[in-house]
Nanobody, 125 residues
Framework: QVQLVESGGGLVQAGDSLRLSCAAS????????VGWFRQAPGKQREFVAGIRWNDGMTYYRDVVKGRSTISVSYDQNTVYLQMNSLEPGDTAVYYC??????????????????WGQGTQVNISS
């Protein structure tokens, strides 16, 4: 079993930055990728970015490409999502998940097996 804990959310103004963290524990050898998703009220969970654990290859959703960077600290078993130039449309609960799927499937929520509890991000205009 894998446990995931997200942190780093909060209330910031448009144009500000946030760094979200996803700390993994348990059987971390059972997955090969970590993805960040977000879910706004009344909307489906949508992919933001993913990273392949063994080599750090990354994959981004177009709407956040250029504004976000996903990275991993192997020492701390933690995946980070740095988000810059935040917009009110980025307001959502942000979740991280683990998957054993190939990177081409990272944007599909259905391939993720474990999820964290989420961290709330609010962007004011």
């Amino acid at each position: 079993q894998v446990q995931l804990v997200e942190s780093g959310g909060g209330l910031v103004q448009a144009g500000d930055s946030l760094r979200l963290s996803c700390a993994a524990s348990g059987r971390t050898v059972t997955f090969n990728g970590v993805g960040w998703f977000r879910q706004a009220p009344g909307k489906q969970r949508e992919f933001v970015a993913g990273i392949r654990w063994n080599d750090g290859m990354t994959y981004y959703r177009d709407v956040v490409k250029g504004r976000s960077t996903i990275s991993v600290s192997y020492d701390q078993n933690t995946v980070y999502l740095q988000m810059n130039s935040l917009e009110p449309g980025d307001t959502a609960v942000y979740y991280c998940g683990t998957t054993r799927a190939a990177i081409i499937y990272y944007s599909l929520a259905s391939v993720y097996e474990h999820w964290g509890q989420g961290t709330q991000v609010n962007i004011s205009s």
